[in-house]
């Protein structure tokens, strides 16, 4: 059976985790602290989490490719060579958009809020603004296609961490502004196996992940 090595927040491993669910996949979730990850970080490839175990023992890092890879296996990896294209553009943007606090962890609390908030306030933005825009252009429809796609549960991913209260400084109503973002949230999280996920995973932040949250 596949395992996925993380944290047992949504973060990096949640997607993954969607993909083999709704796949129908079995895998086993192994959780660390930050006291089991010290410990055990120096087997993974590097040294860092997620990280997908194959049942032989091999291991993959970096979200991005487990994403994808979980993705094909679930049938929630476009076929067509241009909605892959589509696909990745969006996460793309969203990345682009993520990477912007990227400083902002490290920070004591106030300055970490301070700073979160002038990133919204500025570029952070505008950035939502494109994504607001790219998301409205698929007229209530998936990002890639007419299929479900490992694009729309990433953006569904993000979207509900940020208004899970899990990041100090990103307000709860933040896509109140983003009438598409929100309604796109929405859509994504009552899409039968992920509204089914997070009826049984409701714990902690999760209960922002359902939907109308
Ligand atoms: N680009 C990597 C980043 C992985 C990453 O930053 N993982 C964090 C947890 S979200 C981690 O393992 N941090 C502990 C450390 O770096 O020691 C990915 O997307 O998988």
Redesign the pocket.
Known sequence: MFKIHY?PAP??AEVSRLCLTLGGIPYEDVHYTGAT?AEA?AKFPF????VLEFPDGKML????AIDRYTAKLAGLYPEDPLQVAFADQAVFLLNDFTDLFTSTYSLPLEDKIKARQEILAGKGGEKLKMLEKLVASAGGGYLAGDKLSFADLTLFVSFSTMICGQLDGMPKDLLKDYPALQAFRNKIAAEPGVKAYYDKHSDGFRAAFKPDA
């Not at 890092?61 to 991005?64: F, L």
């Open positions: 944290f973060g990096r990850f970080k040294a860092q989490v997620p890092a970096q979200s991005g």
